[in-house]
């Protein structure tokens, strides 16, 4: 099993951008691949990025693409989520999410989910 850890939220000004950490312990880091979702107050969680085990792979939310930018380092154990040109919209609770083994699309995920989930971390993006 694995555990995840994210940091770096915070509030950041509209155009402004923000990265996002999260840390993952316990199996073998190489062996997820891993995403990224977002919940906004009064709203359902969403897709917002996947990486695939290698980095070779990545897919993203229409509303995020071009924008957003998932990466990894597995010598670090650690997914990144540099975000760009962030807007109001953007303002939610940030959560890293990892599944084993095998990379399917966003669409997959968007309906799926992950199965294992860190605790979140808070964006706020002001006007």
């Known amino acids: 099993q694995v555990q995840l850890v994210e940091s770096g939220g915070g509030l950041v000004q509209a155009g402004g951008s923000l990265r996002l950490s999260c840390a993952a312990s316990g199996r073998t880091f190489s062996s997820y691949v891993m995403g990224w979702f977002r919940q906004a107050p009064g709203k359902e969680r969403e897709f917002v990025a996947v990486i695939s085990r290698s980095g070779g792979s990545t897919d993203y939310a229409d509303s995020v693409k071009g924008r957003f930018t998932i990466s990894r380092d597995n010598a670090k154990n650690t997914v990144y989520l540099q975000m760009n040109s962030l807007k109001p919209e953007d303002t939610a609770v940030y959560y890293c999410?990892?599944?084993?083994?095998?990379?399917?699309?966003?669409?997959?995920?968007?309906?799926?989910?992950?199965?294992?989930w860190g605790k979140g971390t808070l964006v706020t993006v002001s006007s």
């Open positions: 999410a990892a599944d084993l083994w095998t990379y399917y699309s966003g669409s997959y995920y968007s309906r799926y989910g992950m199965h294992y």
